[in-house]
């Protein structure tokens, strides 16, 4: 496995923690989703690949399209994609990515976090050469198709050459250029590739050692700002168990 895989595979299981936070966060970016291309999936790229996504995580049908229907009502709360940074405790750097239809709530919850652990809130922008932003497409993969083959076809669309593949799932993940979401989900579908998510994510270029010690501390503290419901993700550089 590589370095993303295992990275992804150590934070995704501390955020889909708990369940019902789990769909309040998929049901913002289905809005989101719901806003800028309408409430069709066949119609909306952008929402197919957010479905396959809440499917994946076990979300009810019923949940998925009460999410779409109120994102197509007139009073619609309208979120923002914004993203705060800064270092935590120990010097790790903290990446919070959330979803807010209040910013000045949004960041007065987020600073007390970090003012609590001792961190620092920085500017946007500041820690962005500690982590890669990627879109991470899984997708079964089919009979006959050649991984290596596979991987030239999506040389132009920005889709790293090292890839991950899950053994007890069989499903492939790649990992691409934010930019070319829709190319990779286009060029996946229009050949037969079904995806099982889609979803971007931030890659930490240089990891950190970390004790157990400090490890519990900046987990409390990744705890305390997913507890947030404009709270998306949050990513460190701090190295998987």
């Known amino acids: 496995m590589g370095r ?17 936070r789990t769909f ?38 019923d949940n ?4 779409i229907k109120n994102a ?17 405790p120990h010097g790790i750097a903290i990446f919070v990515d959330t979803l807010t239809d209040n910013t000045t709530r949004t960041v007065g919850d987020v600073r007390s976090v970090f003012n609590k652990f001792n961190g620092n809130l920085g500017t946007q922008g500041s820690l962005s050469f500690l982590f890669d932003q990627k879109c991470v497409f899984s997708f079964k993969m089919k009979e006959g198709i050649e991984m290596d083959d596979l991987i030239l076809d999506f040389i132009d669309y920005g889709v790293d050459d090292e890839y991950d593949t899950d053994e007890e799932t069989g499903e492939i993940t790649i990992y691409g250029e ?3 979401f829709g190319d990779i989900q286009k060029h996946l579908e229009d050949n037969g590739f079904e995806i ?22 900046i987990d409390k503290m990744v705890e305390k700002l997913e507890d947030f419901d404009d709270v998306q993700n949050v990513y460190t550089n701090m190295k998987p168990e």
């Not at 993303?4 to 019902?20: D, I, P, Q, S, V």
């Not at 049901?27 to 952008?46: L, Q, S």
């Not at 998925?64 to 999410?67: F, G, H, L, N, V």
């Not at 099982?196 to 501390?217: G, W």
Request: net charge positive; aromatic share 6%.
């Open 24 to 61: 309040t966060k998929l049901g913002k970016e289905i809005a989101i989703a719901v806003k800028a291309g309408g409430g069709e999936p066949e119609n909306n790229p952008r929402l197919r690949a957010i479905i396959a996504t809440c499917k994946r995580e076990n979300m009810p049908k």
């Open 178 to 180: 934010p930019t070319s």
């Open 196 to 217: 099982t998510s889609a979803e971007f994510t931030r890659i930490p270029t240089d990891l950190k050692d970390v004790t157990p010690e400090e490890r519990e501390t």
């Open 64 to 67: 998925i399209q009460r999410a």
């Open 4 to 20: 993303a895989f295992e990275y992804r595979k150590a934070t995704k299981l501390k955020r889909w923690g708990h369940m019902a």
């Open 72 to 88: 197509l009502g007139k009073d619609t709360t309208d979120y923002k994609e914004v993203p705060y940074e800064g270092y935590g």
